[in-house]
């Protein structure tokens, strides 16, 4: 097979089905019931199973803009490297469309031998992949704010453009490359069907980019033999760079390597000094994580982390690290270095290479560039702890 067929296979068929995760279908009316009446039905019991009554997960944080709403992730109950759907951050740049599947469907067309129409049935018919990866926003960091050989892509095709049904189409590119790499639409997380806020019945799934490229209610993919200059990706993700004399940089594409310590973290208190295990996620668009080193009196010194595996490209890796705490303010951090040898950077280096004075650093960066500054918590002689850069 040449490389032009390989590259076409390999592309037709992550966009004719693959979710993130696969599972069995549910029949829609087993969904959300609560089993009470059933005979012999024990109280606490349902069809579609619930959290304990006295351990309901922390809730989402919330910020809400005139154009933006934004769910994020509690930190402190982190265990693993996956993310409870319920739990999962979202971002929306406009309403949730509420699509039936039962008639949904999206489009291929734009550089391609016949132009095709997908609904959720043909997805589904399609053979279908499950991968671990992790779906990182441009504003994670913060103050809490076989589809078939029937397309045909024409040899000329270089990029891809994908469109939302929301109510601002919310639009973005990618280079037709990644899309034949290892680009999905997927319809399932965690084993169930989307939830409605991360796109649902199916989105775009772009692994290791930044999330702004995963579109979510997939309306069509329009091939085409160059870059569209698409609003959202102009105006909402545009870096502005002072050493290209202020003008935008439009793409960028790979997430770089980016850590975070969990626990302990800011809004939990040490209640004594002693032992406590420090644990964090890790983790890098390039591909794999080389390891994690922590720094527990303000970044003076750093020893490294047990790494846990799965290890997985393009993936949150869990570590863990024993400390003692001797009841002294301090301040404790995490650095990811990846496969690639890229290295996380501190806040001071990430605004030298954006160009950034001190002064502008915290929230116009966020908003614009990739952000893997690395994070670091202090906890003072009460045990209480805050977050250093945003508190
Ligand atoms: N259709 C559509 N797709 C979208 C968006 C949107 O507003 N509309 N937001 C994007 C952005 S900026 C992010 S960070 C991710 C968020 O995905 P999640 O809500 O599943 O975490 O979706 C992306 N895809
Ligand atoms: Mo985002």
Redesign the pocket.
Known sequence: MNSKQSGRRRFLKSAALAGLAVGAERSASAQGVTDTSAPGAQPGTHAHGQPARLAAPAGRAVTRTITHTTYYTPLADSVGIITPASL???????RLPDIDPATYSFVIHGLVERPLAFTMDDLKRLPSVSKIRF?E??GNTGPRRHVSEEVGVKKEASWLVAE???GSK?TYCIPLTKAMDDCMVAYLQNGEPLRQ???FPARLFVPGFG??H????LRRLMITDEPYMTWDQSVHHAASRVDLGNNSRWFNFVWPPKSVITRPSAGLKLNAPGYYEITGLAWSGWGKVRKVDVSVDGGKSWKEAKLQDPILPKAHTRFNFDWTWNGEETVIMSRCTDDQDEVQPTLAELNRYWGRSEKDRLEPISNTHYWNAIQPWKIAKDGSITDVLFA
């Not at 999962?88 to 406009?94: A, E, G, K, L, R």
């Not at 995963?214 to 209610?217: A, E, L, P």
């Open positions: 999962h951050f979202m971002q929306s740049h406009s779906l926003c441009l939302g049904s929301d919310y806020e991360q796109g999330a702004n995963s579109v979510k209610w």
